[in-house]
């Protein structure tokens, strides 16, 4: 719930896959720029999120990264 607020803001085609088990969201992002990724990142902390990201990795578009969004801060 805390997540999907912040994620349904995020321009159409931002989110590429959905996964969630065991209490883990995993979410593949595609973004314009790594700032961007910050930004949201910081964004879902902020919820009381915690938020593991894995590599950024460029692509011709933009960047696009995994979050693993899990309940109780940062960890």
């Given at each position: 719930d805390q997540a999907s607020s912040t994620l349904s803001k995020l321009p159409t085609g931002s989110v590429a896959a959905l996964?969630?088990?065991?209490?883990?969201?995993d979410v593949d992002v595609k973004l314009r720029?790594?700032?961007?990724?910050?930004?949201l990142q910081q964004h879902l902390q902020s919820k009381g999120l915690s938020i593991r990201l894995s590599d950024i990795r460029k692509t011709g578009t933009g960047v696009e990264t995994r979050l693993a969004i899990l309940s109780g801060g940062i960890q």
């Open positions: 996964h969630y088990e065991s209490g883990r969201l720029t790594e700032a961007d990724i910050t930004n």
